[in-house]
């Protein structure tokens, strides 16, 4: 019987969308042509370009600053959140629910001119503080999502085996319901971590002078600037340092399933 | 739980002391665009006055002006272009400039161009860098004769070699010079006129395109391309014996981005100062060319080495700067211009 080629050419071509424009990118950063039209040959000096830039690396410890702060923020605060949300079922918390959904669905550019309408009414000065609080604003409502996702399909009897064995309200929500959230919320705060890192358009709006973040610095020198391949350095480099990081966390992750499972073997509870 | 409440505290209290923070020295914030300015100098102003210049960039005129007017302050010096400072003065967004404090911009600016600034008072802008539109050629390919000309684009040894700028103000505005109208026409029949003539070329040239077209040039592939001076300048320093750069001579744009103090800057001094400084002739001498665009600096540009000072997408010849016309916003009348471009668009 003859295999049916559709599969096999949907998975190309869709690998080839996926991952030959970041080919190309990263080829582009060792071209020696400044257009990256045509292949003049090899060469590290956008590299070099690179790393003396000191106003890209200024704008990406203000990203890395922001993505960090807002995703412990919004981890906080989403948890709580979540908690409220799964634990009480009354007409405020629909009005609750409601008010950490919007923000998913309200169109970026508008979230951004009303948090900077804000930020000049009440006087504030924009900067590295508005850009914060203006992430955490949209992170919080992703890691609520995910968390209370995690929570439906948490078994409560369990909260209340552990009340049952003497454990208060504090240590039964530490020892036993926090640690099973925890992947949740890991995936809620990666996910913020992502979104807040990369976010131009209301990141935009809410910069203030001194604040500027990568992916503003790139866009502005995309537009205009003749040093273009030295933005092609910084993604090569940015994807270098994520491929390491998914590996080191596979790798982490498969360590830790092996010494458990030994663990087991010798009747040592892990 | 009141861990957690403690715990959220905390975590805001620190978050709120990353942002709050602030450094003791004075700090100047610069609001340009993206490499626009030699790293150096920064850091020599920033030695010689014990402060900090913090630089902080946007990619066009709009985008810049919808953030200041919706209330984003704190910048002391911004770089727009001319036409863009008209409407700030306007809405009474500027500062008056203290000219007693900028003693290197009355000693050492270029009284030629200031033909090619739209406020040529110079009460709230000094001019920062002026840029053109002509035409880049392939000396190799074409030589040097017959490209000073906007007719250029109808010659059938190029066709299909060519390329316009994807601008409706640039290309109609070169459609317009070649027939002696002005740039800032607004009169429907000239303007006519213009669309016919830019339509005459679409048939010849092969794309409209405001970026591709440099490396169309680098490579060969292209042998006229309409552009901007400050691109092509970067292009010829790669490949001076093969490229050139012509003016038409009919006429053709200028552009000034200009720096002014915006009237929220907390740090108007030190702005006075850090202008003061780049007019300095070996600080602009320098900065030009960072640049590769000239500051209107007499003694200045006197410094700049040969290469720069031969090349004329540097610094244009004195005799062609006289044909240089200013765009200017034409407000309501921007109306006419987007319907013969839209025209120009849609006719195969």
Known sequence: MKRNPFPLIMLVLVLAFLYLPIVVLTANSFNLSRFGGTWEGFTLKWYGQLLADNQVWFAFVNSLLIATGATLASCLLGTTAALALHRWDSRLQNVHYGLIYTPLVIPEILMGISLLLTFTAVGMDCGLHTILLAHTTFCVSYVTMTVLARLQDFDDSLIEAARDLGANAWISFVKVQLPLLLPGIISGGLLAFTLSIDDFVITFFVAGPGSSTLPLKVYSMIKHSPKLPVINCLSTVMLALTFTLVLASRAFQNLKQTKAQNGHKNGVPS | ?348
């Open chain 2, 1 to 348: 739980m009141k861990h957690i409440f403690l715990l959220m505290t905390l975590t805001l209290t620190v978050a709120a002391l990353v942002g709050g923070c602030g450094p003791k020295r004075p700090t100047l914030h610069l609001y340009t665009w993206s490499d626009y300015l030699d790293p150096e100098l920064v850091t020599a102003f920033e030695q010689a006055n014990g402060c900090r210049v913090k630089i902080d960039t946007f990619d066009s005129n709009e985008t810049m002006y919808a953030k200041v007017q919706a209330g984003s302050g704190g910048y002391d010096i911004i770089f727009p272009s001319s036409y863009q400072i008209s409407l700030m003065v306007q809405n009474n967004m500027l500062l008056p400039l203290d000219k007693s404090k900028l003693p290197n911009v009355a000693a050492h600016f270029a009284e030629a161009y200031r033909s090619v600034i739209l406020n040529p008072e110079m009460t709230y802008n000094v001019p920062y860098a002026v840029t053109f539109t002509g035409i880049a050629y392939r000396k190799d390919k074409i030589g040097d004769a017959a490209v000073d000309s906007w007719a250029s684009f109808d010659n059938p040894a190029f066709k299909g070699r060519s390329s316009l700028l994807n601008d409706f103000r640039e290309t109609i505005g070169a459609g317009l010079k070649s027939l002696g109208f002005s740039l800032n026409a607004t009169n429907p029949d000239e303007l006519q006129k213009a669309c016919d003539v830019v339509l005459r070329w679409k048939k010849n040239i092969a794309k409209f395109d405001n970026e591709q077209y440099k490396t169309g040039i680098a490579s060969g592939e292209f042998v006229l391309g309409h552009g901007y001076s400050g691109d092509i300048a970067q292009v010829m320093l790669e490949d001076p014996a093969n490229i050139g750069f012509a003016f038409p001579k009919e006429g053709f744009t200028a552009a000034c981005d200009e720096m002014v103090i915006p009237k929220t800057a907390k740090e108007a001094a030190l702005a006075h100062a850090f202008i003061n400084f780049l007019y300095d002739p070996d600080n602009a001498c320098k900065n030009i060319q960072y640049i590769c665009a000239p500051m209107p600096n007499t003694h200045g540009i006197a410094k700049l080495p040969e290469e720069y000072r031969k090349n004329p997408a540097i610094l244009p010849p004195a005799e062609v700067l006289e044909k240089a016309e200013v765009l200017k916003d034409l407000g309501a009348a921007n109306a006419l211009y987007s319907k013969v471009w839209d025209t120009i668009k849609a006719t195969e």
